[in-house]
């Protein structure tokens, strides 16, 4: 009865050092997870930022081509209006004043 005793003793103290150990082994994988969720976390807030700054260059870039759109397509209105652009500019200048020319 005492073996038996014993015997159930270092069966009941074996399983309480394996449960001691999971117990360990998840409390640290637990901290190494949330370590690593709190990287991530991190990584995917600078991500997040990149992200940002990308469309608000995204929106920058549309609304300089909208407007070098605009210009061309003034251009194009101008041509068709008949307005032309002259090569030559003429300065006329008067030796004296015109308000003096009388």
Request: aromatic residues 8%; proline residues 2%.
């Given at each position: 009865?005492?073996?038996?005793?014993?015997?159930?003793?270092?069966?009941?103290?074996?399983?309480?050092?394996?449960?001691l150990?999971?117990?360990?082994?998840?409390?640290?994988?637990?901290?190494?997870?949330?370590?690593?969720?709190?990287?991530?976390?991190?990584?995917?807030?600078?991500?997040?930022?990149?992200?940002?700054?990308?469309?608000?260059?995204?929106?920058?870039?549309?609304?300089?081509?909208?407007?070098?759109?605009?210009?061309?397509?003034l251009?194009?209105?101008?041509?068709?209006?008949?307005?032309?652009?002259?090569?030559?500019?003429?300065?006329?200048?008067?030796?004296?004043?015109?308000?003096l020319?009388?």
């Amino acid at each position: 009865m005492n073996e038996i005793k014993k015997l159930q003793l270092k069966q009941n103290n074996r399983l309480f050092k394996v449960f001691l150990f999971f117990l360990v082994v998840l409390g640290l994988t637990q901290i190494y997870l949330s370590n690593r969720l709190a990287d991530w976390g991190q990584e995917l807030k600078e991500i997040q930022k990149q992200i940002a700054l990308i469309e608000e260059e995204n929106k920058l870039c549309k609304l300089e081509l909208i407007s070098v759109n605009r210009l061309t397509n003034l251009h194009v209105s101008a041509e068709e209006q008949g307005f032309v652009k002259n090569p030559q500019t003429v300065n006329l200048s008067l030796k004296i004043p015109v308000a003096l020319n009388y």
